[in-house]
Nanobody, 121 residues
Framework: QVQLVESGGGSVQTGGSLRLSCTAS????????MGWYRQAPGKQREMVAL???????NYTDSVKGRFTISRDNAKKSVYLQMNNLRPDDTAVYFC???????????????WGQGTQVTVSS
């Protein structure tokens, strides 16, 4: 079994900061891409930021310059530092990891349970 456990969500005012953390556990052979998606009420889930093993990151345009993704390969963890938060950042944030459980398995995506981020004006 593979689990992704998130932490760090909460409620802040506009301009505030939060740091999300996510750690993968279980039988993992190769942890490839990790990252964060979010889903606001009534909207589709969208990619926020992704990062590969070499720390190469990709962000959605609306968070560039405000959010920073990082990962610790040894800890199988990914982080999202969110600064200058805005009300439109309010959503449930989901950690995701693309990984192989064994050398012969195909890589597939795994998801955390989600953590709520609420930004009030």
């Amino acid at each position: 079994q593979v689990q992704l456990v998130e932490s760090g969500g909460g409620s802040v005012q506009t301009g505030g900061s939060l740091r999300l953390s996510c750690t993968a556990s279980g039988s993992i052979y190769n942890l490839k891409l990790m990252g964060w998606y979010r889903q606001a009420p009534g909207k589709q889930r969208e990619m926020v930021a992704l990062i590969n093993r070499n720390q190469l990151a990709n962000y959605t345009d609306s968070v560039k310059g405000r959010f920073t993704i990082s990962r610790d390969n040894a800890k199988k963890s990914v982080y999202l530092q969110m600064n200058n938060l805005r009300p439109d950042d309010t959503a449930v944030y989901f950690c995701t990891a693309n990984l192989k459980r064994t050398a012969i398995n195909d890589a597939r995506d795994y998801w955390g349970q989600g953590t709520q981020v609420t930004v009030s004006s």
